[in-house]
C-alpha cells in the first residue's frame, strides 16, 4: 500500500510539473506567434502546437485544481445540515463525480480512436492527441475522486474542520 502512495505522490509531482512547464511552452508558442506575425512571419505550426498543449494543460490542471481543493464549491443549503449528513451528502457527490469522469474517459477514448486518422493543418501529428488528453484527464481525476472518498470514508466519524478542509 504505501508503494501505490509513492508511486502516485510521484504521479502527482510529474503532473504538476508538466502542467507548469507546459503552460509556459503554451504562452512562449502564442507570445511568439504574435511577434513573428508582427514581422509578417507566419508559423502555422504554432498555433497547432499552441492549441495541443492548451488542452493537455488545461485538462491535467483540472485533476491537479480537483486534487488539492481548488475547484469551487457550493455549500450553501448543506453548511446547516449535520456533520454526519454533510459528509454522507460530500461522498455521495464524489460518487456521482466519479461516475461523470468515468463515463466521460469511456466515451473520449470511443473519440479518439475515432479521430485516429485525422491530423493537425500544418503538422504530420494525430489530432486524437488532443482528444486524448482528455481522457487522460478524466482517468486521473477518477483516481483523484476515488482517493477523495477514500479518505472521506476515513474520517466520516471524525468532527475535526481540519480534516474536512483536506478532502
Not at 17 to 36: D, E, H, K, N, T
Not at 63 to 80: C, F, H, N
Not at 88 to 98: D, P
Not at 129 to 136: E, T
Request: charged residues 15%.
Amino acid at each position: 500500500m504505501k508503494n501505490i502512495k509513492k508511486i502516485y505522490d510521484v504521479f502527482c509531482k510529474c503532473e504538476t510539473a508538466f502542467c507548469g512547464g507546459g503552460f509556459i511552452v503554451l504562452v512562449v508558442l502564442v507570445f511568439g506567434s504574435a511577434i513573428l506575425r508582427f514581422f509578417r512571419l507566419s508559423m502555422a505550426w504554432n498555433i497547432d502546437l499552441a492549441m495541443l498543449f492548451l488542452a493537455w494543460v488545461s485538462f491535467l490542471g483540472a485533476d491537479v485544481a480537483w486534487r488539492s481543493g481548488q475547484l469551487i464549491g457550493i455549500d450553501l443549503v448543506t453548511r446547516y445540515f449535520p456533520k454526519k449528513v454533510q459528509k454522507a451528502v460530500l461522498i455521495l457527490v464524489y460518487v456521482i463525480i466519479l461516475g461523470v469522469c468515468v463515463i466521460s474517459c469511456i466515451y473520449g477514448m470511443r473519440l479518439v480512436i475515432t479521430e485516429r486518422l485525422r491530423t493537425f493543418q500544418s503538422l504530420p501529428i494525430p489530432y486524437a492527441l488532443v482528444h486524448l488528453s482528455f481522457v487522460v484527464a478524466t482517468f486521473s481525476m477518477s483516481i483523484s475522486t476515488v482517493v477523495k472518498i477514500k479518505l472521506a470514508i476515513e474520517h466520516f466519524n471524525n468532527h475535526e474542520e481540519d480534516k474536512e478542509a483536506q478532502l
